[in-house]
């Protein structure tokens, strides 16, 4: 009931495309939802975040999607750069204060 | 733009020697926490810490394990005797703690390779 599933495990884009990878969880306590980026030998890097009362959240070319009621939310990367390869978990924590747990990570390529 | 730092970036110990992994977190912050991530899998929590005490634990986080918040900046895990499967990326991560934020910053890691 913990687990946080993610998927794709890959993904390949053409630059100036969608990027699109989605999260589902079981545990209806969560109510904090992080997306990291992660690049080759670094620490995971804070994206964008959301909580059950938006649906919607979006920066700049990163946008979060939440259905609260199939308890699921996605990342879209819109306008992907070879830049934004790297691997990218979602994430879920109860209360805000607490830990975090981690989705298995989707590792991004936008070709050129 | 402050940050969480981590030392040293790669440790290297034979089977059954202690480490103590070093985080300074982001000054202010009230939450800290350790996690861990093995080579090509997800992040794992270890152990949160707030106000001096352990918060939160995780299986991972045994007897061999301890934390520790010497001073008012530094924040340290320590195995007490390694064994090959703690080879691992070790992130510190913080958070403010207050009002509304729930961001946690992570540091850049140490790798951990016992032998």
């Known amino acids: 009931q913990q687990q946080v599933k993610q998927s794709p495990q890959s993904l390949i884009v053409q630059k100036g495309g969608i990027s699109i990878i989605n999260c589902a969880y079981e545990?209806?306590?969560?109510?904090?939802f992080p997306w990291y980026q992660q690049f080759p030998g670094k620490g995971p890097a804070l994206l964008i975040a959301i909580r059950p009362d938006v649906s919607e959240k979006k920066e700049g070319r990163f946008t979060i999607s939440f259905n609260k009621s199939a308890k699921q939310f996605s990342l879209h990367i819109m306008d992907s750069q070879p830049g934004d390869s790297a691997t990218y978990f979602c994430?879920?924590?109860?209360?805000?204060?607490?830990?975090?747990?981690f989705g298995s990570g989707t590792r991004l390529q936008v070709q050129p | 733009e402050p940050e969480v730092t981590q030392t040293p970036s790669h440790q290297v110990t034979q089977m059954g020697q202690e480490v103590i992994l070093r985080c300074v977190p982001i000054s202010n912050h009230l939450y800290f926490y350790w996690y861990r991530q093995i080579l090509g899998q997800k992040v794992e929590f270890l152990v949160s810490f707030y106000n001096n005490e352990i918060s939160e634990k995780s299986e991972i986080f045994d007897d061999q394990f301890s934390v520790e918040r010497p001073d008012g900046s530094n924040f340290t895990l320590k195995i007490r005797s390694t064994k090959l499967e703690d080879s691992a990326m070790y992130f510190c991560a913080s958070q403010r703690g207050s009002g509304s934020s729930y961001e946690q910053y992570f540091g850049p890691g140490t790798r951990l390779t016992v032998t």
């Open positions: 994430a879920a924590s109860k209360e805000g204060r607490r830990a975090l747990t």
């Open positions: 545990n209806t306590a969560f109510d904090y």
